[in-house]
């Protein structure tokens, strides 16, 4: 028998059985991951968040699994066809794969050729001939000649000649070597190895189709293709451009009828006993085993390993997706300054909203600087009007059309009234328009036009990257890689995932959170989290956690999933603005009594509160682990585990693609991060691509382990292609652009390079662009300072 569930999921985590079966408990009663992480580590011995992601995604699976193998156990005894072997098969099946290869030949399945051959009392003479070659298969087949009959499944045509005979004997041996799972097993593997992936292009759809030009005539491993290759062909498949193909890499072409067997042929010749030795059924057996490849063997498991390579492809895709949605989410905030979003434009304008230090809007209207207006200094006027009237610190711009017009703009206002001590900062625009056309957007901002809605979340979100993303679909924020070709099921799960632990890691404050942020807290739904928003609209700020319980439908059991991640920033009690549990607070107050402090004094004080022992104060209830934590928040008490706000500075000069020249050093911010390297951002409405070969002075196997999205970097500009809008760029600075007509030395896989700025349209999804990528750091920090 296999291992259980538990015991599996423990060798798979490098984890002990009792700390999965704790987990699983955990999960089964409606903890979130978020706290079973932070607040139940003596419970399941230290498993972190990723552990329990993977824990969670991998129980799924496992008990998926299990109710398909109840299933296929059920299925076949009710066809009175179970023994005991196959149970023992069954029972050790490790994968849906496995499983679903035994269950083949009892799967319930339209009338074949095969039963029809077996109903017309053939399965004697297939028998006969695979046990005995030496019979002549015309004289062997005619004892077996009937005319048509009736059955209970209708009419049978009968066996008319030798010939039908015969195929009905061959259909039956077809379908016997087709669902023997041992073979299958042996066969799939072999392709794995050897079988090659092929497309061409569609005749006639080499202009139509030309964005799949790397794929036009292109051949590779099938277990060795990429994820972002495997889904581009797809989608060169599905929008027909592309012609796509599975075959032997020992097989330029379809084989003759007379060629030798190729490998996979003659591991099913081999498995049932068929060889070439001049046998009177010798020939008529290898062409069996030959139609059984073709016709069943082949086409069955061509399809299932597409099937397969597409879903790891998008599995990977969706992991790209996840890493960089939570790069994007924990960049670092700005923080509470009133702020000026610009949402650019040309003839529409450019969109102006003011909010404050809290993201309340104070102010909107729009401006019109570029063409066909132009009325630059009109603009200026009222940019500075603003400024001085709202105390505006910060000024946002979204990096969309006209963005690096509209910061010269800025830069001008800057200029020309430098005692407002403004700073600008371009930002990501990414998934605004969906907001501002959401739902939530017209509740929250209902009397704004939805154009001047994204300015305002232009603006926030400078401010707070989490809290204003948390109010889009994360699938709108456009970070991924072929995120519309993947599983929209699984895509979500995914990304719901980060997002919540981003939120979570960081905290809320109860006071000023929206409703989509709420919902994100551990244990709140989106009802409760509006339940609380209508309380404090009703009662004001709440003062403590425990205020909490007031909350309509707010149980105990939300309030101790939430209670830990929600904060009161001026509440009663200091402890409620940070991460320490509600649950815990007896435990504090057991210490501070013990040390004859205060909650207040004690706070922050780090000398104090490295001179206690936790091991002193452990008991059944708070280990070791749970004090330890305890002493660190109270030493920083909600303390943001987000990086310090910085931003790169673009050059000068340089706002076009048609700027660029080779061997140029810039500054810029990385914006998406793919299986085959880095896009950047370097001011010129072009993102560039950082090669994976080109990351590092050492070899990179993923891009994460070395970039993030969000990153201020320096790059080299290699080459520039401004017709087809492509950035070759270095992040190794000793590089030398290449010589025309040569190719970079740094490329290790051309066909990855080849895609360059493609990746916008290629890949289909929202705007990619920096969420922090603008110029004056420096200015910043004296701000801050």
């Known amino acids: ?348 304008g450019v969109k102006v909203a003011v909010v404050d230090a809290t993201g309340k809007v104070l102010e909107y209207t729009t401006i019109y600087p570029h063409q066909p207006r132009n009325d630059w200094d009109g603009a200026l006027h009222t940019l500075a009007q603003l400024a001085a009237k709202h105390n505006v610190s910060l000024i946002s711009i979204g990096n969309g059309t006209a963005s690096r017009e509209t910061d010269k703009l800025a830069q001008d206002l800057i200029k020309l009234r430098p005692e407002l001590k403004l700073t600008k900062i371009v930002v990501s625009e990414a998934g605004a328009s969906v907001y501002s056309a959401s739902e939530f957007a017209s509740k929250e901002l209902p009397d704004l036009d939805v154009t001047i809605r994204g300015a305002v979340s232009i603006a926030r979100r400078l401010q707070d990257p989490l809290a204003e993303l948390v109010k889009i679909d994360p699938k709108s924020i456009g970070v991924g890689q072929y995120q519309h070709d993947v599983s929209q099921t699984q895509l979500a799960r995914s990304l719901d995932a980060v997002v919540e632990d981003c939120v979570n890691a960081v905290g809320v404050d109860v006071n000023t959170a929206s409703a989509p942020l709420l919902a994100r807290v551990s244990g709140l739904s989106s009802s409760v989290a509006q339940s609380i928003v209508n309380y404090r609209d009703a009662k004001g700020m709440f003062k403590s956690r425990a205020d909490l319980r007031s909350v309509p439908r707010l149980g105990d059991k939300t309030f101790e999933q939430a209670a830990g991640f929600l904060r009161i920033m001026n509440g009663d009690n200091p402890l409620d603005r940070s991460a320490v549990h509600p649950e815990s607070y007896p435990l504090v107050e057991k210490i501070l009594a013990d040390i004859k402090k205060d909650v207040r004094s004690i706070i922050g004080d780090g000398n104090a509160l490295k001179s206690i022992t936790p091991a002193k104060y452990a008991d059944e209830k708070f280990g070791v682990p749970t004090i330890t934590d305890i002493l660190k928040e109270l030493e920083k008490p909600g303390r943001d585990p987000r990086p310090e706000f910085t931003t790169a500075t673009f050059k000068d000069g340089i706002e076009e693609i048609k700027d660029l020249r080779p061997d140029m050093i810039l500054e810029g911010v990385i914006t998406n991060v793919a299986a085959f390297g880095a896009f950047v951002d370097i001011g010129v409405h072009q993102d560039g691509l950082v090669h994976i070969s080109a990351l590092s002075n050492t070899f990179v196997k993923d891009p994460h382990s070395v970039v993030k999205a969000g990153q201020v970097v320096k790059v080299k500009v290699l080459e520039v292609d401004e017709k087809r809008k492509r950035i070759a760029l270095t992040m190794r600075l000793t590089d030398s652009a290449p010589q025309a007509g040569s190719k970079p030395e740094q490329r290790s896989d051309r066909d990855d390079a080849k895609r360059l700025n493609q990746h916008r349209n290629q890949t289909q999804h929202t705007q990619v662009t920096s969420p922090m990528n603008s110029a004056m750091a420096s200015a910043f920090a004296k701000l801050k300072r």
């Open 1 to 348: 028998m296999l291992p259980s569930i538990e015991q599996r999921l423990a060798a798979e985590l490098a984890a002990k059985p009792v700390q999965i079966a704790a987990a699983v408990a955990l999960l089964d009663e409606g903890a979130t991951v978020p706290f079973i992480s932070r607040y139940r580590k003596e419970v399941t011995g230290g498993l972190d968040d990723t552990q329990l992601r993977l824990l969670e995604e991998r129980l799924r699976y496992l008990r998926e699994l299990e109710e398909r193998r109840a299933a296929i156990i059920a299925s076949i005894e009710e066809q009175n066809k179970m023994t005991p072997e196959l149970l023992t098969s069954i029972h050790l099946a490790e994968d849906k794969t496995r499983l679903e290869d035994l269950y083949l030949p009892y799967k319930q399945k339209r009338r074949t050729k095969a039963q029809i051959a077996v109903e017309a009392g053939l399965q004697p003479l297939a028998d006969a001939l695979l046990a005995d070659p030496n019979l002549v298969p015309e004289t062997a087949a005619e004892p077996y000649l009937r005319p048509a009959f009736s059955t209970a499944n209708g009419d049978n045509p009968g066996v008319v000649d030798v010939k039908a005979a015969l195929d009905g004997a061959r259909q039956i041996l077809m379908e016997r070597f087709a669902e023997d799972a041992t073979l299958l097993h042996s066969i799939r593997e072999y392709l794995i190895d050897h079988g090659i992936v092929e497309t061409k292009v569609v005749a006639g759809k080499e202009d139509a189709g030309a964005k799949f030009a790397d794929y036009f005539d292109y051949t590779e491993t099938l277990g060795t293709i990429p994820s972002h290759r495997a889904l581009a062909i797809f989608r060169g498949r599905r929008e027909e451009f592309l012609s796509v193909a599975l075959r032997l890499d020992s097989e330029e072409e379809k084989p003759k009828w007379d060629a030798p067997l190729n490998p996979c042929e003659s591991r099913i010749a081999a498995h049932f006993g068929v060889s070439n030795k001049g046998r009177s059924a010798d020939k008529w057996l290898s062409d069996t085993v030959r139609w059984a490849w073709r016709v069943k063997v082949f086409m069955h498991l061509e399809t299932e390993l597409m099937t397969n390579l597409r879903e790891k492809a998008e599995l990977e895709a969706i992991n790209v997706f996840a890493r960089n949605l939570k790069d994007l989410l924990l960049a670092a905030p700005a923080g509470p300054h009133a702020t000026m979003g610009l949402d650019p434009g040309l003839r529409t």
